[in-house]
């Protein structure tokens, strides 16, 4: 924490941070992803850097005071660039003892802890397995306690509205979140103008909610519980118009706009699946932009849905997660054979079969890669963040019409469910995509449905173009005419030439930049959603002198042109993956380079530190 | 086509052929389909450029390389859900599917039964052979039960699906049998499926000669009259060479009667409704089987019913009523957004 203090008129003196780290916790029906997602707005809206952790239970309403119960959403709010949602908590608001146990030990020593003192009832503390109340006991020493009646002030504070006792204990999350507000100097507008906008047509669910967030804001002010507010300055991003983002959120909107540059109508077939349902969902709300969504009755119909509609001219994608990227592995064979554009999205969760559905891991890549029988390429991309979502979906749009492909994009829960302030660009800034159709003017005589352009794209015919009538399918293809074809000197050729198509598009994309020196000791490669923890970690290093360097992938298939000169020119190669080692595998195979991997495998994402410590290891010369 | 006039060139079955040598085993009844399609396609006043054929896997399934228009031979049971992708695309399309028994209710029945509930306007032919001929004669889920087949060799052990109580089920709003054997009536089945909205299901009997052969035998050209029933909307149900067999009902199981015995008159037999507005009378006639009852052919359902793609697009013209036409733009910019300068 960085802090200094300062001297003010108010009787509450106010410490500026450069950075807080502060995370709401509580039962999964005490809504704090609301509260944290609202904290989370004023503080980018305020003008901070922002980068969220939201963290919940597989089960849809668990068992209330359980420890599987419990929700968490972590907030990581700066002064300056972050990249990360932070690895220790400066402040931790635990809704019921079962939060307290769960959470405690992230929060750190002198950390501020507001306890909703109310919630610690002797069948809570059985629930949370606690045997002494940890509110009496010694094992807070050594934080900043606050314990604070929150369900009797929240409902003292609503009595007028006229709800019931139930309904109005539903809005101690706001209470909480006004409490902390305060605390944080958080304006109260953005909170306050959401309650309008969501509960404005029932006038007493608006009012309580309205009432519980002012009582908690004025808690702070009056009671003079706390010794200090603190405040952390606005962060100095690049000028422009930002909003805030979820990965999911940035799916959708980049899908649509990709549709839109391109002048085609989007087709998005999917099936629901955590933790990427949201995107179905989010796009199903913009039918006026020619939208169509299906919900198809399984992901196996959502991806044939899909190749049908690239066949008949829509800019077509659908989304999912590892168990339907399984799924969909035949179908996806099928559009690499039929050479049709389309956006696969996977939103990775803990696998292998259920796994883990709510929680983080990036251990699809190789099924993404390789994961179809025969020789199967296709290009893979990856976003780095929840707002690079957006570029990168709209880049794989690209990629997918101009080289005739299907594309996947690998994205994952940790992107998917985390937000951070994302800078809107101007229409002048999204680049045309232009998919050029055939016509029978066009191709002469006798239509070749494959035959190839200079980029080895075969051409997109539609139906109902008069004159181009032809079939397309699973079976191996003659080259040029596309007939059926089993002939052994042509299937090597088509295998090879398929091969070289996505191979070919390693021109077409950016060289791999690379953050550091440009030959050393040590590179770090990540990919994905690793490369927030990835670059705070490598920053920190550099910034104490150490002989480092960090690249972040997005295009894993093909690699970039210069991938294999820039691993030459370290000695050491750290890949740190949620998984066991995928990219590593990978460039180990193409390279021949002795990269090692640092593999996490618990759900969650990397702490910077964990990154870190692993760079100051090896730069002492220690072996993994 | 001149650009004044909206006249179509006047298409034959000709224009249907592709260049592709047709691969099915001689004497096969899928020949008999793929002659009666290209007869009926020309007759449609669609032009052959609008017109999709999409197969998944097996022998039904090459139907599609065979018809001079656009199409896709899919995977092993996709053939419906391709096939709702491109319909939704571009509903302009006549878009027909061409699947056999296990194709649409083994590996596919899954799409089958959701295509049908929601009355996506696909045009269905189910080449059903009651038996695997691609992969070499194992059973389909069609085969009676103690059929031995290359996989059955005791015996097949499967209670089998009559195909159109399984669509008719799934909330099929058209539901027709043909026969391969009969090209007259099949062509007529063809047409009428090709008008219908939504989802037109067509079972084709068809004979499968190699692994199968004679398995409708008794719906051939010598046996027809006694064994089948030729259904007609608002006609009472009267088969046999004489013309004197008929359909009754006797509470809610159908009965075989002579006009003229036994006190029964032509006012007794059941009257064919394929427009009921409820399906249990299809439901009913897809039970009757051979060789206790004659089995009807023709069309047992035609319901009028709003197509998906219609329901989808009218959506889609509301969604732009009430928002506006989608302004990329104004989309970015939506939800919270603030200033740094
Ligand atoms: S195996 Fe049977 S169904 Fe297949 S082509 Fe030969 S005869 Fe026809």
């Keep these: ?624 | 086509m001149s650009a004044s006039s909206v006249e179509l060139d006047v298409l034959t079955a000709k224009d249907f052929a592709s260049d592709q040598e047709v691969r099915w085993c001689p004497g096969c009844g899928d020949y008999s389909i793929l002659a009666q399609i290209k007869k009926v396609l020309p007759t449609l006043g669609i032009p052959k450029e609008k017109y999709v054929f999409v197969s998944g896997i097996g022998c039904s399934s090459r139907f599609p390389y065979y018809v001079e228009t656009y199409g896709i031979h899919g995977v092993h049971g996709r053939a419906c859900a391709i096939a709702t992708g491109v319909k939704l695309a571009n509903p302009e399309l006549s878009v027909w599917v061409a699947t056999g028994d296990g194709d649409a209710l083994s590996i596919g029945g899954n799409h089958f039964v959701h295509m049908l509930r929601k009355n996506i306007g696909l045009k269905v032919l189910m080449f059903n052979n009651r038996i695997y001929g691609l992969t070499k004669g194992q059973y389909s889920p069609t085969t009676e039960l103690g059929k031995r087949t290359k996989s059955t060799p005791w015996g097949s052990v499967d209670r089998p699906f009559n195909a159109l109580s399984v669509a008719i089920g799934a909330e099929a709003t058209f539901v027709a049998r043909a026969l391969d054997s009969d090209p007259k009536q099949l062509c007529e089945v063809l047409e009428r499926a090709a008008r219908h909205e939504g989802t037109a299901f067509v079972e084709i009997y068809q004979n499968c000669v190699v692994f199968n052969d004679g398995a409708f035998e008794y719906s051939h050209k010598s046996q027809r009259a006694d064994n089948t029933l030729y259904l007609e909307h608002g006609k009472p149900m009267i088969f046999g060479k004489e013309r004197e067999k008929g359909i009754r009902l006797i509470g809610t199981h159908p009965e075989v009667v002579t006009v003229g015995k036994g006190g029964v008159a032509m006012d007794d037999l059941l009257v064919h409704d394929e427009r009921a507005a409820e399906p249990t009378l299809a439901y009913l006639l897809s039970r009757m089987r051979h060789p206790e009852f004659p089995e009807p052919v023709g069309v047992f359902r035609c319901a009028e019913e709003k197509s998906y793609e219609r329901r989808v697009y009218e959506q889609v013209e509301e969604a732009k009523k009430r928002l506006g036409e989608g302004d990329l733009a104004g989309l970015l910019q939506s939800g919270e957004a603030w200033e740094i300068t």
């Design chain 1, 1 to 624: 924490m960085v802090t200094k203090t300062q001297a003010v008129a108010q009787p509450i003196p106010i410490q500026e941070m450069e950075t807080v780290t502060i995370r709401f916790a509580g039962d999964s029906g005490d809504g704090m992803q609301l509260a944290g997602t609202q904290f989370s707005n004023a503080s980018a809206i305020f003008g901070n850097d922002v980068s969220t952790f939201p963290d919940f239970p597989a089960e849809i309403r668990a068992p209330a005071g359980t420890l599987f119960g419990v929700s968490g959403y972590q907030i990581n709010f700066s002064a300056r660039d972050i990249s990360t949602p932070g690895d220790r908590l400066d402040a931790l608001v635990a809704m019921n003892p079962a939060a307290l146990k769960t959470n405690l030990q992230d929060l750190v020593k002198g950390g501020i802890l507001i306890i909703n003192s109310d919630a610690f009832t002797d069948a809570n503390l059985k629930k949370a397995h606690y045997e002494n109340d940890p509110l009496e006991g010694e094992e807070l020493d050594g934080y900043q306690l606050f314990k604070i009646p929150i369900t009797k002030l929240t409902l003292e504070a609503v009595k007028d509205t006229g709800l019931t006792n139930k309904q109005a204990e539903r809005c101690k999350n706001l209470f909480a979140l006004g409490v902390v507000c305060w605390l944080f100097d958080r304006p109260l507008d953005p909170p306050l103008n959401w309650i309008h906008q969501k509960f404005g047509k029932t006038p007493a669910v608006d009012q309580a909610n309205t009432l519980a967030l002012k009582a908690g804001y004025a808690y702070g002010d009056i009671v003079e519980i706390f010794p200090v507010r603190y405040k952390v300055q606005k962060a100095s991003l690049p000028p422009g118009t930002y909003r805030r983002l979820t990965g999911n959120e940035a799916l959708s909107l980049g899908l649509v706009a990709a549709a839109r540059r391109a002048g085609l109508k989007l087709f998005y077939g999917s099936y629901p699946i955590t933790p990427a349902s949201e995107v179905l969902q989010e796009l199903s709300r913009h039918k006026n932009f020619d939208v169509i969504t299906f919900q198809a009755e399984d992901e196996i119909a959502a991806i044939s849905a899909v190749i049908g509609a690239s066949f008949a001219g829509c800019l077509s994608a659908t989304g999912t997660s590892g168990p339907g990227l399984d799924l969909k592995q035949e179908a996806i064979g099928l559009a690499v054979m039929t050479e049709l554009p389309m956006v696969i999205i996977n939103v990775q969760r803990g696998g292998p079969s259920t796994g883990l559905p709510t929680k983080t891991e990036q251990s699809d890549l190789l099924e993404a890669v390789c994961g179809r029988h025969g020789e199967c390429p296709l290009p893979v991309l990856a976003a780095l963040s929840p707002a690079d979502c957006f570029g990168m979906v709209f880049e794989a749009a690209r990629i997918a019409i101009k080289y005739m492909t299907p594309v996947v994009l690998l994205s994952d829960g940790y992107i998917a469910n985390g937000a951070e302030p994302w800078r809107i660009p101007g229409m002048d800034e999204l680049p045309g995509l232009h998919p050029t159709f055939a016509s029978a003017g066009t191709t002469g005589d006798g239509f070749q449905p494959y035959a190839r352009d200079e980029n080895l794209a075969r051409p997109w015919a539609l139906p109902g173009t008069p004159g181009l009538e032809h079939r397309v399918g699973g079976l191996e293809k003659k080259d040029i005419s596309g007939a059926v074809c089993y002939e052994p000197e042509n299937h090597q050729l088509m295998t090879e030439l398929r091969q070289k198509k996505v191979e070919g598009i390693a021109k077409d994309i950016p060289l791999q930049e690379v953050h550091g020196p440009a030959r050393g000791k040590l590179l770090v490669l990540g990919w994905g959603g690793t490369a927030g923890a990835i670059q705070s970690a490598c920053e920190a290093a550099q910034a104490k002198g150490h002989d480092v360097a960090w690249a972040t992938m997005r295009y894993l298939n093909p690699f970039p042109r210069n991938l294999g000169d820039v691993l030459k020119s370290y000695k050491k190669i750290l890949i740190p993956e949620l998984n066991a080692g995928q990219l590593l595998t990978l460039v180990r195979a193409r390279y021949l380079v002795d990269a090692e991997g640092l593999n996490k495998m618990q759900g969650r994402p990397f702490l910077i530190r964990e990154i870190g410590d692993r760079i100051e290891q090896i730069l002492r010369g220690v072996s993994s």
